[in-house]
């Protein structure tokens, strides 16, 4: 190794494989001895917050020019398991300084060739080790407990990219990784103006108030609005269950509230207790936020919750945002307890994506907002009166200052000068100051990040419902944004410069990507994936990309499209395949049965595409993704037995709940309920739209993609308690759009016949009329007269609908094949149609004979029925 390097160089190239809260500690250059032979090997110390590793790069020419040339081959946490030894040996007759690290009982050595210029440095990387591994027993002592397993989960992404894939290094590994490198030819920054506020509100409802004082004080609309609240209603009751449900009537207020000049879309509310944060932005930003997370930290006592923070995390173009809304330990004297609060709500708040844990300090914009607590010390009302407005003779009375100074709290946050009056302790109602509180600046705005510019920060004295006086500051923040056209110019440089140094080593066939992931995959959503082929061979060859063990993943056959599954390369050409996944009523009602090794949180092998060449070797290509929880596509009997809403379940929890599917009691049928998604959107078509003439006119299926669809999916998934999310024309009808997605996704049909008994029961009523009273199961006979009844009165009340539409439309998602959906007809051979396409499909006779008849013959099997039906007033929804 050339002792004549530069250091620091080195360090700052090791410091870009690692997110911008991971921070290189101390590294060293040395070898392992494999075969007799030396193989260089670069140790780093990495530390994030209050955990560290040892990371152990391989090295592919040295020094080191680029980010490309080190590649992890192995991690060590630096955890009750990790031990460092140092001693001198003479390895095959060089003198040359060991280092053994012991991990899990398993020792690994070391070797660092000895030289004056390096010696120094190797001192302090071993005692940089040591210390560290004094810190961990430490800290785990003070937390009762040597387990440090939340704390290493950084470490675990790296463990999962780089060292746990028996694959090499894909192109698409390297590009970006060069891409990476040039990050700063491609980056441009986008101001953008976020509008941070914080009030306690003293347990006072939204009633008789309006915000635009304290939420619409700039010129220009902001583009992202980040509000917090504490002690919205924070009772004995709401502490002891840690409420969570959001406060609907506050956030409407503050909707209500906003600048006028925009129309802003609220993107995540959070609550714990009386402690709620949402964020809003303009509409023309949302399709630019992604991976939005939450997280609450309880810190009060018995961690009930009365005390603690919420978070909210998401991406917006190439920056990570963090808000946090923290209320903190109350009373003069309790300076170490709100010390102890930011501790642990700093430690605690990891927010769960599908690869790895965020923390607070990955996040490349944060802003802490909230009542933070913190009093005026040893100070007088008459010198607080004296001073007038100029508070910066107060900074030195000032808890929160004076803890700052001393880095206990808040290190490399900054808070913008305070030019408004303490914001506690008034009379309600009043500008008063309690004559029995010194007052105090407890309601705060801090923030940290690069290119933050602080315009203002100000209190509102207008508001006076509450004890406090709410806060707000307003920032101007570059927030990183790709140059597209710029992107693609370097993108496409240097997979052309990949594609020459392959063809220079005689590879014909170049593939950009073999790990392709599609992310968060949700219901009636469309997934697009570029997958990029070059070939440098001398003639034009067949290709063809097929799916490989087909027979075992026949569900992503259905749900993945490939544009191009066949064709001719020719000699130095390079093509783009499009890869293509959504998820219809018919793949949901089958795709948690082939997610069989989904677990929470984590990313799913979909499926394995095989890419053939003639005369080439074959190029495996890894379809990952993370299916989101939904009702559409479980069973009734698993919507059933839902305790919480939908969206709340994480998919292996889902798919544990299909697999046990709790058989409910015969016997006690009679207090059988409908399933809430289903009474919903009965509820919403009797009650209001009854008489619409647009019911039937989208039956076409072509709103099936339409963006309402997707708002009424989410809607239902977390039992929203607020108006249908369409406020329409086309509302009635997307409504029973969705209600026949809902019921087509049920796994299980509502009524399973088999193909000969559909024939059969069309032309003999009786037997239909015998198979729905007395065969089917007692929640699927109740559904199904559930519907049939809402269709008889919809008929009734409306004259504007046919009962061909309706009949076509419900049988042939209520009637639906028990195995094949091949339609046969008595005494023929399988036909070649399918049932929907078939002519001679008789679902829609069969809805029709059973409408036109008298529905009390079908409520005969069900005595009690009209004890949960009466006329416009259906089954309610399950609890």
Known sequence: MDPNHNDSTVTELVAQK?????????????????????????????????????????????????????????????DETFGVNTDSATVSSISGEKLTIISQNEPTVFYHQACPDTVASREYFITKLKQLTVDFKNISSQAGSSNGTLDFKWVDSYKRTETGNDRPLSINSMIKEELERRRSEYIVYKPLIIYTATWNVNGQTAEDIELPEWLSTTEDPPDIYAIAFQEVEFTVVKIVMKETKIDRTWVEKVISGLHSGAVYEEIESVRLVGTMLSVFVKSSLRNQISDCLIKSVPTGALNYGNKGGVGISFQLNESLLCFVNAHLTADLQKVAGRNRDHDEIMRKMFFENTSRLRSIHDHH????????????????????????????????????????????????????????????????????????RTPAWCDRILWKGPRIDLLKYDSVMQLRKSDHKPVFAVFNVGIETKDEFKLKQIHQEIFKNYNKFQKENKKKIIVEQTDIDFGLIRFNEKYSRELLIAYNGDHPVQFKLVAKDDNERNIWKDIIQISHKSGELDPDSSLSIWIEIFVDAKAASCILKNLNDAKAGKKTLLDTLVLQVENDKDVSIYLFGEYKSSCFGVSLET?????????????????????????????????????????????YLSKIDMQSTMLFDIMDGAHNKHQNILEIRDWLDSWSTEAFPVDSINAPGLCVEVLLLLLEALPEPVVPLSVQDCYVCADNYEKYRKLICTELKPLHRRLFIYICKFLNELRKENSNVRLDEMANAFGKVLIRPTHSPMVTTPGANEAKASYIDDERDQRPKLMMTLMMSKIQDMEEAEPEYNKYVALYVLLPPSP
């Open 18 to 78: 690692f997110r911008i809260s991971e921070s290189v500690v101390a590294i060293f250059e040395g070898y392992q001895i494999d075969d007799n032979k030396h193989q260089d090997r670069l140790l780093a110390v990495v530390s994030s917050y209050n955990s560290s590793a040892l990371f152990i790069f391989s090295i592919a020419q040295y020094p080191p020019k680029c980010i490309s040339d080190l590649t992890i081959v192995n991690v060590y946490p630096i």
């Open 639 to 683: 919507l059933m037995n839902l305790d919480k809403p939908i969206k709340e379940y994480k998919i292996n929890e889902l798919i544990s709940l299909e697999e046990n599917k709790k058989r409910l009691n015969l016997a006690d049928d009679q207090n059988l309920k409908i399933p809430r998604e289903i009474s919903q959107l009965v509820d």
């Open 365 to 436: 914009h944060i802003f802490w907002v909230g009542d933070l607590n913190y009093r005026l010390d040893e100070i007088s009302r008459e010198l607080i009166d004296e001073n007038g407005k100029d508070y910066m003779q107060l900074y030195a009375f000032d808890q929160l200052y004076k803890e700052k100074f001393k880095k206990r709290i808040f290190f490399e946050y900054k808070e913008g000068k305070i030019s408004f009056a303490p914001t506690y302790k008034y009379d309600p109602g009043t500008d008063e100051w309690d004559s029995n």
